[in-house]
């Protein structure tokens, strides 16, 4: 069986955010099976990583911005401002899906792990992701 629901994630600073619980408030999840996430947008990307100490947002955001800065002198695609062409890079690196076990009703994530919504325009609005369940 396989079930579809697009989720909308209120917009958010450009950063890195925890949505585990966002998703899992808007889902019902079976005993077992899996959930894929997908995102619909090319300047913002999902991923897994720590969720406990905030200061691993603040740094995941430092980080990226060092290896990809905005202004660059050779980007052409930037119509829509400095932070354009480089969300589109930032968002390929860091990825549009995750696929996630789900084991007696609960998502398989590791103790340290969450779900996040990685932001990378000034003002990206709401988001859109398609979260897939296949029992």
């Known amino acids: 069986m396989i079930s579809h ?3 909308v ?6 950063g890195f955010h925890i949505i585990t619980h966002d ?11 899996i959930l894929h996430l997908f995102i619909k947008h090319t300047s913002a990307g999902i991923t897994i990583n720590e969720n406990t100490d905030p200061d691993v947002c603040l740094d995941f955001e430092s980080i990226f911005n ?4 905005e202004n660059l002198p050779f980007l052409k695609h930037t ?5 354009d062409m480089t969300a589109h890079v930032k968002a390929s690196l860091v990825g549009s899906s995750l696929s996630i076990p789900i084991i007696n009703y609960k998502l398989a994530l590791g103790t340290w792990q969450g779900i996040y919504l990685c932001e990378f325009r000034n003002r990206g609005g709401a988001r859109k992701i398609i979260a ?3 029992q």
């Open 9 to 14: 994630i209120d917009p958010k600073k450009r």
């Open 79 to 83: 119509l829509e401002g400095p932070d």
């Open 5 to 7: 629901q697009q989720l």
């Open 132 to 134: 897939t369940i296949y």
């Open 23 to 33: 998703i899992l408030s808007a889902i019902d999840l079976p005993q077992s099976g």
């Open 66 to 69: 060092k290896l990809i800065p």
